[in-house]
């Protein structure tokens, strides 16, 4: 074992705040609502400039589906109430008349037709039928278009506008409520950058309600919104509305908004939420937010398709995203009152089987609530991502992140990415341009009641599989005062690679477990970790030389654990400290054979107690195969010396020097002729031996020491050779 298609361009969407900055009391249905100011942001775009000048900005009047004209036709004035055929001015709803028995891929009948005679685009669209189902067809093209925030199909409880809503809006609907929709046919285009997309409904009482907006039938979908919301209601204060809601999208989607949530309510959750997409799929959003809060939220491919293509792009189309927020429960704007839940914030991102272009700048993946008191908070941020072809690109990545306070509790993260190989479309490739942070885990706040950790701790695991690849231009670092779990699983050919093209410096890996199943790290500075598995495949790991292997953390004290063989070529870097009379050390294990070369480097783990002789550190829980190391010790203090008992018993032992060797360091004396350099430091010193190294002029000093020959009573004289770029000397205790 080795370690070493595209959518159009729309128009943008105006972003609005994520919730309402204080409550509102629900209209009826097309009533007119206060709304809080929108923050605006002007993107210009090609598509809908000429479609939306056809938007009237009259005072829209409302048009209820009744199917009584003899036929399905929008056309026909006899099918709605108000009589007459939708106009540009016009918001149409669908309620609980002239329902079709059943959905539509279920074998439901097409129970209204956006016929070749109707060409009008009209204000908004709603579907608010809790019994029932509406299954629409659109013979060429429907355009909903708007520009008003307070003329729309809906406004929810929390302020939000739709332009485009399912759900009855009304909680005092029962709590098995569902409301669903099908548009079938051709293409649907909405605008409204100052309102929604919404799919929700909402129940005072837990049940089986939901809202389903089922475009799979439908070959195209542009959509520029405000935001797309999905199972969303954050209402404060909170009414247990429990939104819940399911978006299949069409087979080609362009959707242009400034954020996309799927699952989120200020307190109480609904059902699991979800938005399935489509076989081609253009998302320009700056944030997604899947399952926040306590919600469980999901979005990925709807099932059966064949190698679909996704792209994600921010709200201009042009740049990274701002963030992905899977499985979140931090919520921003509640970080001065804290938050409140005892349940699970669950997100999935679930692209498999998608060639994914994904431009991201901050991937979070499981993160706790914020804790301002000393109640404990138990709900969990628990996130995952998985995609198997195309590529990833991230700037920065945190998952299993517990929230540092001002007050710390029960409440963690924990984060999964499942970097794959699909037919079709694999390998694939999540390229991290900065640090990868992990299970991060703080200790319980004093006072805090009740004062104990979370069962299971912040974890953050990365599987890679298959010779697909995590590329990582910084580090990978991981744990804190409190802990937490890091697990890196490399499987089948799957790569860890901590410097890869452009990148000028390896990177450090620092977490808890890796487990290698003919799989490849490669190009790190140091790996810092605790446990080295093989579940199958190879059984031998090796640090190469310009490599670092190190024992629990740098400057911690653990254990490294190896189910196989380990080879050492590079530097092991290993940890030794005195508390009063107790002794403390790193130690590797392995199950088969440690073979010990390059340099064993062992340091002290910050401030300790004086050591006495017969102070024993046993470094090597099995005695290791010599080849040859340098060995590099701390000074044991005055008057002592080390015993290197590593080949013997795998320990270093204190032993008396009888040197009384100063306690200030000593200091190298140079002189020199033409042709010779000469090298001396004092004679007390007994403990000390001259490392040198050589190396080109454009390289300077780096870590590759060499002990000087024909040293003798602390003075040597060297050749000089003027071919030499640079060479250095140090002297180093043994």
Known sequence: MNASSEGSTLKAATPKPERPSS???????????????????????????????????????????????????????????LAGAPGVSDNVAFTNDGVAADFYVNGGAVNNVVDAGFLNSINSLGYMNTNGFHNSQIINNLSVLSTSATDVASIADD?????????????????????????????????????????????????????????????????????????????????????????????????????????????????PSFIHLGQANTVNADKLRIGVHKNNGTLDMTPGLATPALTFRNTVGTGRQISWEIGDMFEPNTNTIGFFSSGNATGTIDLSGANVDALVDLITLGRGQIQVATNNRAGDGVGSLTFGGGTVDANNLQMGIQYPGPYIGGSVGRGTINVNNDAGVGPALLNVRSNIVMAVQYPISPGTSPNTPDATGSQGTINVNDGSTVAVAGDIVSGGPGGGTAIINLNNGGKLDMKPAGDATP????????NISDGIITNYGTLSLTNITFPAGGTLFTVYPGQ???????????????????????????DIGKNGATLANDVVSATGVVNLGGTLKVTFSG?????????????????????????????????????????????????????????????????????????????????????????????????????????????????????????FFQLFQQ
Do not use: M
């Open 507 to 514: 990177g450090n890996v620092s977490i808890n477990i890796l």
């Open 159 to 271: 302020g939000q506008p739709s332009v485009f809503f399912v759900g009855s809006n009304q909680w005092q609907d029962g709590k098995d409520d569902s409301v669903y929709a099908t548009i079938i046919g051709d293409s649907l285009t909405v605008s409204n950058e100052n309102a929604n997309l919404g799919v929700t409904q909402i129940s005072t009482t837990s049940g089986a309600h939901r809202a389903t907006l089922d475009l799979t039938p439908l070959n195209t979908f542009n959509c520029v919104v405000s935001n797309v919301l999905v199972g969303h209601n954050f209402t404060i204060v909170d009414h247990a509305w429990r939104p819940t809601g399911t978006l299949f999208l069409a087979k080609t989607n362009s959707i242009t908004t400034h954020l996309i949530t799927v699952a989120s309510v200020y307190q109480n959750a609904g059902g």
């Open 548 to 574: 670092a292997i190190a024992a629990a953390r740098v400057g911690t004290l653990g254990p490294l654990d190896v189910a196989g063989d380990l080879t050492l070529r590079g530097t092991t870097l290993l």
């Open 23 to 81: 409550p509102l009391i629900r209209k009826s249905v097309f009533g007119v609502c206060q709304v809080k100011n929108l923050h605006r942001l002007l993107i210009s775009g090609t598509l809908l400039a000429g479609v939306l000048a056809a938007a009237s900005s009259a005072s829209a009047a409302q048009k209820l589906w009744n199917g009584l004209a003899g036929d399905t036709f929008w056309s026909s004035g006899g099918n709605w109430s």
């Open 607 to 727: 401030s300790h107690d004086n050591l006495v002789v017969g102070d024993k550190f046993t470094l090597f829980a099995a005695v290791p195969v010599n080849s040859a190391p340098t060995v590099i010790l701390p000074p044991p203090g005055s008057g002592l010396a080390w015993n290197n008992k590593v080949f013997v018993d795998g320990s270093i032992e204190v032993v008396s020097c009888g040197c009384g060797e100063p306690t200030t360091p000593p200091t190298i004396t140079a002189s020199n002729s033409p042709t010779t350099i000469s090298l001396s430091w004092p004679t007390a010193y007994t403990s000390f031996a001259l490392y040198g190294q050589t190396n080109p002029i454009t390289i300077g000093l780096r870590t590759n020491w060499g002990l000087v020959p024909g040293v003798v009573a602390n003075q040597v004289t060297l050749p000089i050779d003027p071919a030499n770029g640079s060479v």
